[in-house]
């Protein structure tokens, strides 16, 4: 059975530039366009902004 098109896997990039990288999934319905999300990156060593790359 397919996984549901409607909460796809996304990655969530570092834009520190770490290269650091979260995977989620997101509901497409509530967050058409592209997610961004503060959270920890461990390169960096502190909170920073991850966004959605496709």
């Known amino acids: 059975m397919a996984r ?4 796809p896997v996304v ?5 520190a530039g770490t290269g ?3 995977v989620t999934r997101k509901n497409r319905r509530n967050d058409p366009d ?3 999300l503060r ?3 461990p ?3 502190r909170h920073v902004d ?3 790359e496709r």
């Open 4 to 7: 549901n098109e409607l909460r």
């Open 11 to 15: 990655r969530l990039r570092s834009t």
């Open 50 to 52: 991850f966004r959605e």
């Open 34 to 36: 592209r997610m961004m």
């Open 20 to 22: 650091f990288t979260y």
């Open 39 to 41: 959270k920890y990156d």
């Open 43 to 45: 390169v960096a060593r």
